[in-house]
Each structure stands twice: as structure tokens, then as C-alpha cells.
């Protein structure tokens, strides 16, 4: 215990240094600003906020970006209760009731309840970040290739789950993903892979133009198409502050969602959006009055908020100490710290302590901040909010070019971007989920390299990954999940709580 | 990397879900282009993969997934083809390339200007008025951050 504390205040000199104090705020300045936009999610959002880090140092970076996905998340809310647009899968619950009550009138009350529930869930799961993540890390570093496998297939499966629509369209979609990793050369043979002769694909392609492409500039199409060019007209706002009634409606469901967000969110493959559905589904049943729940129930926007807040947070644990991204978002904050030179995974613990302590504080830092920045804010984002998309679309445009332009001064990364793009709109007209894909695409190079050192290692022999201990356990939840997905009644609900 | 993408079909009479079939068919696509162009990497064995190894595996399963979504578009009822946007797609798309193209040759300013102009056609067009006011917001913007800011070498004028 005291270890923690001792490290948390490591964690937290280096967070309050004034320029990373600087970041921090800038991050969740910048990610809510972009994040409220209407149509640009989370993913989007880091997605095209990514650039700007890569001219800091290396934890300042991290905090900014950290810093940016809490923004994002709390934008991300903002649009949905106001507009009802859900900018990522894990806001579709928020939307429900904080939509119906700022139809009421209510919807800064909707608001405020959304920030104090995710700053609520995102101090405890700090705290909980702080105690699991060593502990896990210390498992981890008894992880041979073989469990890395399992441990990744486990993420892989739990992304299908999450997908919408089709299981056997997600799991292609992790196929192409995995498929795109492979383009550049081999590094053990030197065997050039769908290069196709352009030499800006030996080195690989850059998870950036993908990522800008596939979220930024698909988004803009299909907004574009289904809105005709106009904009959207968000909810007035009347009262900002929720009565005591509201308070003491609101508080269980906090604890409760924050609790399960936790939980869920440390599962590879968990997260945000299985944290809100999961929590808005118990809140229903909780409930003295279910019928109130889609008509402005105050628990069913606490509840999901601390919910995808808590979850989102705790998804930086498998992150941070297995190396292993949970989602998509989470694939782009490796991308990034690997374009600093940072692998993420055990060794970061306890090489670089004052990087993974002072991410972690900051991370606290962050949640205050977004708080205490939004919550005076909220008329801003409403005027942001009304921006014309014909204005908005423009912009988005130039800042995904120049970003992507930006990674290496070349324009073929540019282009790659609008091809990108293209592809991702053809993948939404087919009711094909992208995110899987940024999934497989980031987890690509470790699988077949540990898959190759597993196979290696055991002669060709296919039954470690059952024999040792470890790695059959997360086979046996990867079995157990697949098996889930498979089962006619979870299928049918699955489907039931996409189409909500 | 493929690019291949068939452009969805009006809807027609025999089939009971299009978009799956359409999505079956471009995923079986990817697929036998990727197995295609791994022909002559060497696989190698369970035991020793080599670099063909990986792709073949993957290009494998993933024709395995486009089939089986081909086969639901044949056999399950389900949504039809939806109608592509070629408006909004082709517009940006444009522009993007526009912009890739012009950046180095007239520099930023001008290839902001082609990026909204262009772009501006996906939706409603602005009028000359506020869509220069954009063009210079988004110029002096650009430059403050990622030129002056960040210090990225970028040519700005012609």
C-alpha cells in the first residue's frame, strides 16, 4: 500500500511540473473541442489529434493524449445528450435518456450529471489503475510468446463481440487488419509483403492515414450523405446544476457503473462500450420505475457515463502492463508511444517510472480538469455545436491532411489517407465496423511474431497453448467468449442492444 | 493492400440480401488478391514460419469469412445494397488528392484553398464570401500551429 502512495507521489511531481500541467489542460481543451463536434468520435478525435504529440517529449506527450481521450469521451457525451449523435458505440447509452431530458429542458442538468459521474468513475478507477497495474505487470513478465497469443486472441474476440452487426463480418474485418499489417518488409527474411514496388511501403504502412482515413474522412461522407450538408440543432439548455432529488437519484448508479466499468474494462478486449451497455441494463432492472428508463431517468445517464468513463480508464491496464490494446483507441495510444520509442508492457513499470507514475497521476489531474473546464464551458460547446457543417467539414479536412502530412513531410501518406477513406466508406455501406480493423492492424506484427516464437519454441507443437497453465486459461476464455457469441440467446440480445 | 471495392448493386429480385453478398465478394476478393500476390513467398513450416507463412494464413480465413457472408447474402433475408454517395465520396476524395498534389508545388495556402474549394462540393458550396473568411481562418491557423508552432518545414507560398 504504501508503495503505491510513494509511487503516486512520484507520479504526481512529475505531473504538476508546469509544462506537462500545461498539456494536461491543453489535451482536454483540444479533445473536447474537436470531440463535440457532431460525427467525430473518440477514436476520430485521437485519431487526428495525434500529430501534435509527436513534437513533445515523451511524457508530456502521453499526458496530452491521455488528456485529449478524456476530452474526447466527455465531447463525445456532450454531442450525444444534446443532439442525440453518438460520436463511438460507448456514447449510444448516454444518448437514451440524456437526450430525452434535454429535451425536457434538462439537459444541463443531463450534462452536469455526466461530468460529475465520469470524474467520479474516473478518480476510483485511477486508484484502481494504480493498484492492479504492478501486480499485473508481475504476471505479465511470466508471459512466454504462447500466452501472449492466447492473451491476444482473447482482445481480438472480445472486439467481435463488441462490433455491431455481423460476427462473421467483424472478424474479417480483424482478418484485413491483421492483413494490412504485413505490408513493408519482413523483418526476419527481409521478404518484401504487398509493397507493390512503392518504396514509401518498405518501412510499412503508418496507422495514422489508416486511422485518419477510415474514421476522419469516411465520417465526413457518410455525414455528409445522411444529413444532406446540414447541420443539426442541439437541445436548449436552461438549468445547469441537478436539485438534491437529483443527486440522490444519480449517486447509486454512479458507484454502480463505476464499479462494473472497472471490472469490464480491465478485460482485454472490455472497455468503454460493453461498461455502458452492461451498466444501462442493470440500471433498468434496478429501477422501482423501469418504464421512466428512454424518458429522462437521471440513473440511466449517471449510471452508463461513469460506466464508459470507468472502463475507458481501466482499459489502460492491459495497456500499460501487458503491452496489449483493448480497442481502438487504445491501438492509437500505442501507435503513439511507439513513435516516441516507448514499447509499452512490463518493463515500462519499472524502467521508466516516472513515464508510467506520471501518466497515471495526470491522469487524475486530467479527470479534475476536464471537470472544472467543462462544466463553466458548456455554453461554448452549445455555440459549437451550431457551427454550420458546411463550415465544419472544410476544417476537418485540412486538419486530417495536414496531420497526416505532418507524421513524415510526404504527401503519399496524404494520398494513402483519401484511399483510406474511400475503402471506409465502402466497409460502412456493407455494415462493416472499422474498429476491429485498427484492432488487428495494431496487433498484427506481435501475433506472428509470437506466434512464430511459440511454434518455434515447442517444435511445431500446437498444444502449448494448452498445456502451460497460463495461456490455457485465457484460451479457455477465449473458447468461452467465442462460445457466447455463438449462443442463439446472446446473439439475440446482442443484436436487441445495438438496435436500442 | 487492395483497394478493390465493387460498387453496390441495384437491388435484384433473386438475391434475399445483396449488401451481404456484395460484402462476401469483395472480402473474398481481398482475399485471393492477397493469396496471389504471396505465391512465391516461401511458407516454411509450423515449427519455422517464414514470411509467407502469416499472409497465407490470414488471406485463408478471411476467404473463409467472405464465403460464408456470401453464402448468408444467398440463403438469409437481409438489407439491401445501399446506394453509394458519389458526390460526397468523390468530392473529397478529390480534394484530398488535390491537396497531396499541390502541397509541395504551390505550397499550403493554395492547397488549402483546392482542399475546401474542392471538398466544399460534397455538401452545400459556400458562397465566395465566407468561403474566402474560411480559407484565411484555416490558412493563418494552419501556419500558426504546425509552421511557427510546431516548426514543421512547410512551404507556404508558391
Known amino acids: 500500500m504504501i508503495d503505491i502512495f510513494a509511487n503516486l507521489w512520484l507520479g504526481l511531481g512529475v505531473s504538476v511540473e508546469p509544462m506537462n500541467l500545461v498539456y494536461c489542460f491543453l489535451g482536454a481543451l483540444i479533445g473536447t473541442l474537436i470531440g463535440v463536434l457532431p460525427g467525430i468520435g473518440p477514436t476520430a478525435t485521437v485519431a487526428l489529434l495525434l500529430p501534435i504529440t509527436f513534437y513533445l517529449p515523451p511524457v508530456g506527450a502521453l499526458i496530452m493524449l491521455a488528456g485529449i481521450f478524456y476530452g474526447a469521451q466527455y465531447g463525445g457525451s456532450t454531442t450525444a445528450i444534446l443532439v442525440k449523435l453518438p460520436g463511438e458505440s460507448s456514447s449510444v447509452m448516454t444518448c437514451l435518456d440524456g437526450n430525452a431530458m434535454a429535451r425536457q429542458g434538462r439537459g444541463g442538468v443531463a450534462l452536469a450529471t455526466a461530468a460529475l459521474a465520469s470524474l467520479f468513475a474516473g478518480v476510483v478507477t485511477t486508484l484502481v489503475i494504480a493498484v492492479a497495474g504492478p501486480p499485473l505487470a508481475g504476471v505479465a513478465l511470466a508471459f512466454g510468446p504462447a500466452e501472449y497469443v492466447a492473451l491476444m486472441l482473447v482482445g481480438l474476440i472480445g472486439a467481435v463481440i463488441l462490433a455491431h452487426g455481423s460476427v462473421i463480418k467483424a472478424v474479417a474485418m480483424i482478418l484485413i487488419g491483421l492483413l494490412l499489417s504485413m505490408v513493408g518488409t519482413d523483418i526476419n527474411s527481409g521478404q518484401m509483403r504487398f509493397t507493390f514496388d512503392i518504396p514509401q511501403l518498405y518501412d510499412g504502412l503508418d496507422f495514422v492515414p489508416l486511422a485518419m482515413g477510415l474514421f476522419g474522412l469516411a465520417d465526413i461522407i457518410v455525414n455528409l450523405e445522411e444529413t444532406e450538408g446540414r447541420g443539426v440543432e442541439p437541445a436548449p439548455i436552461h438549468r445547469l446544476w441537478p436539485t438534491l432529488q437529483d443527486f440522490r437519484d444519480a449517486w447509486p448508479a454512479a458507484l454502480r457503473g463505476t464499479v462494473l466499468g472497472a471490472f469490464l474494462g480491465i478485460l482485454p478486449g472490455g472497455g468503454a462500450t460493453l461498461s455502458a451497455f452492461s451498466s444501462y441494463a442493470l440500471e433498468k432492472k434496478m429501477a422501482r420505475d423501469p418504464a421512466s428508463f428512454g424518458k429522462g431517468a437521471i440513473q440511466g445517464v449517471a449510471g452508463p457515463e461513469a460506466a464508459n468513463n470507468a472502463g475507458a480508464q481501466a482499459s489502460f491496464i492491459p495497456m500499460l502492463s501487458l503491452g496489449i490494446p483493448s480497442n481502438a483507441v487504445m491501438a492509437l495510444m500505442v501507435g503513439a508511444m511507439m513513435i516516441h520509442g516507448i514499447t509499452p508492457g512490463p518493463q515500462i513499470m519499472t524502467k521508466q517510472p516516472e513515464l508510467f507514475w506520471g501518466m497515471i497521476a495526470s491522469m487524475l489531474i486530467g479527470n479534475v480538469m476536464l471537470v472544472v473546464l467543462n462544466l463553466p464551458l458548456i455554453g461554448l460547446w452549445v455555440r459549437l455545436l451550431r457551427v454550420p457543417y458546411a463550415y465544419l467539414f472544410p476544417a476537418i479536412l485540412v486538419f486530417c491532411c495536414i496531420g497526416t502530412y505532418s507524421l513524415k513531410n510526404d504527401p503519399f501518406d496524404v494520398l494513402l489517407m483519401a484511399g483510406f477513406g474511400v475503402f471506409g466508406y465502402a466497409l460502412k455501406k456493407l455494415d462493416c465496423e472499422p474498429a476491429p480493423l485498427l484492432l488487428g492492424f495494431v496487433l498484427g506484427p506481435m501475433l506472428e511474431e509470437n506466434l512464430s516464437r511459440a511454434m518455434l519454441l515447442s517444435q511445431g507443437d500446437l498444444t502449448v497453448f494448452v498445456t502451460r497453465p497460463i495461456s490455457a486459461g485465457l484460451m479457455a476464455v477465449a473458447v468461452g467468449l467465442l462460445a457466447l457469441i455463438l449462443l442463439p440467446t446472446f446473439r439475440r440480445q446482442r443484436e436487441v442492444a445495438f438496435r436500442d | ?158
Open chain 2, 1 to 158: 493492400m487492395t483497394h478493390t471495392r465493387t460498387p453496390p448493386r441495384r437491388r435484384s429480385p433473386r438475391l434475399r440480401s445483396p449488401q451481404d453478398l456484395v460484402a462476401g465478394l469483395l472480402l473474398s476478393a481481398i482475399a485471393l488478391g492477397g493469396l496471389w500476390l504471396a505465391r512465391d513467398w516461401a511458407a516454411g513450416s509450423l515449427a519455422l514460419m517464414q514470411a509467407g507463412f502469416f499472409p497465407r494464413l490470414i488471406c485463408a480465413l478471411l476467404l473463409a469469412m467472405g464465403l460464408a457472408t456470401m453464402l448468408r447474402g444467398l440463403t438469409a433475408d437481409g438489407p439491401p445494397a445501399q446506394g453509394w454517395a458519389w458526390r460526397p465520396s468523390v468530392a473529397i476524395t478529390v480534394a484530398v488528392v488535390a491537396f497531396a498534389a499541390l502541397l509541395d508545388r504551390l505550397g499550403l495556402v493554395l492547397a488549402i484553398l483546392a482542399l475546401i474549394g474542392i471538398g466544399g462540393l460534397a455538401g452545400r458550396p459556400l458562397r465566395p464570401g465566407p468561403l474566402t473568411a474560411l480559407w484565411a481562418t484555416l490558412a493563418t491557423g494552419c501556419i500558426a500551429i504546425f509552421s511557427w508552432g510546431l516548426g514543421l518545414p512547410l512551404q507556404i507560398w508558391p
